[in-house]
C-alpha cells in the first residue's frame, strides 16, 4: 500500500510535459550489433558495400552532390537506372529496416555513376 501511495505521488507531481514523453518509443536492436557509420568510395567498378548477412537495420546515405550510385541485393549492380536494383540521386540515401527489412543472406553490391561517389553507410 505504501509503494502504490507513494507512486500515486509521483505520478501527479510529474509535469505533463515529462507524461508527453513517455509515449517515446525506443526500437531495439535484436541482433545485438552495432557498426558504427563507415566511408564508403563507390566507383564506377561494381564492388560489394554491405557483406552477405542478417541485418535489423541497414542505411546508406550518398555524399555527392553530382552522381547517381546504384545498388543492388544479391546480383551485380549496372551502372543505369534499371529494374531490380535502387538508384541514389546526388545527396539521398535509404535505410532498410524492420518494417522493410533487408534481403537475408545476401550482400548490397553497388557502382557509381562517376569515377567515385562518397557514401556513409551503417548496418547493423
Partial sequence: MTRYLLWCVVIL????????????????N???RSNPDAAVTITST??????AGTYGFVEISSQDQGNFFYCVWG?????AATAGQRSFPPLSG???DASNPAPSGKALDCI?????SP??????
Avoid at 546480383?75 to 551502372?79: C, N, R
Avoid at 557509381?112 to 567515385?116: E, T
Fill in 94 to 96: 535509404y535505410v532498410w
Fill in 112 to 116: 557509381s555513376s562517376a569515377a567515385s
Fill in 30 to 32: 535484436p541482433l545485438a
Fill in 13 to 28: 507531481l510529474l509535469p505533463s510535459a515529462a507524461l508527453a514523453q513517455s509515449t517515446t518509443i525506443l526500437v531495439p
Fill in 75 to 79: 546480383g551485380t549492380s549496372v551502372a
Fill in 46 to 51: 561494381h564492388a560489394v558495400v554491405v557483406p
Fill in 119 to 124: 557514401v556513409t553507410v551503417r548496418y547493423y
